[in-house]
């Protein structure tokens, strides 16, 4: 798979703010896809001592759940570690990763933030509009807007808002655990979101896209440190 926009990554920190600012405007904020059948997940790992990265893109079956295909790859860190761009750092090897599918999904999931981002363009926006896929930011923090704490059952909800706007939800995915921040990436709506993020949280908290790339950097990343 390759991006259908492309654009410098070794950049410096102010020509990042203004292309994020610029690309933003591109984000769809409604349901553009067809029937989904595959879905991925992104995870991105970085080893404690040197600059490597691992960046693991998992395929995965969306009415089974079970893996379709799995890829990592590795890549040196060129940008620094600046909140609010942290896109600029973990989607070239991500990008990488692409490269390597032979599966194209139909839908994105990123353990990261979409619009609930102080310029609405996450590391989930940033992929979707990359990329032109249906893509979804589900984060297990909340990094901007103010909400309340959603009731316990599973699918329970309150809106996550910012200077006003509602950029997000916390949703709860399992009775008696930690809420998720959903937000919209790119060609989806927040409802429509939430509900792709419940349907993938059979067990867990976490969508299985998340969990299944996170077990994969996890691994390359503990037999890089052997």
Not at 11 to 30: F, G, P
Not at 128 to 140: F, N, Q, S
Request: hydrophobic fraction near 40%; proline fraction near 7%.
């Amino acid at each position: 798979m390759e991006p259908v926009i492309v654009h410098p990554w070794n950049v410096q920190e102010e020509e990042a703010l203004a292309m994020q600012h610029q690309l933003a405007s591109q984000v769809i904020q409604t349901d553009q896809m067809d029937t989904v059948q595959m879905v991925a997940g992104v995870d991105v790992a970085y080893h404690p001592r040197l600059d490597k990265q691992f960046a693991a893109v998992v395929i995965l079956d969306a009415e089974s759940l079970d893996v379709v295909e799995s890829v990592v790859a590795e890549d040196t860190a060129s940008f620094p570690y600046i909140p609010g761009l942290f896109s600029f750092r973990e989607i070239p090897p991500i990008i990488k990763a692409f490269k390597q599918l032979k599966t194209t999904p139909d839908l994105l999931v990123c353990d990261g933030q979409g619009m609930a981002h102080p310029r609405r363009f996450g590391l989930a926006s940033h992929l979707g509009v990359l990329y032109d896929l249906p893509t979804i930011g589900c984060g297990k923090t909340r990094f901007i807007g103010d909400a309340k704490e959603p009731d316990d059952p599973r699918g329970a909800f309150t809106p996550l808002i910012d200077q006003g706007e509602v950029v997000g939800h916390v949703l709860r995915t399992q009775n008696h655990t930690k809420p998720v921040y959903v937000s919209i990436g790119h060609r989806i709506s927040l409802f429509t979101a939430c509900d792709w993020v419940l349907k993938l949280s059979p067990r867990y908290r976490l969508p299985e896209t998340t969990r299944q790339a996170d077990q994969r950097v996890r691994k390359a990343l503990t037999a890089s440190l052997q």
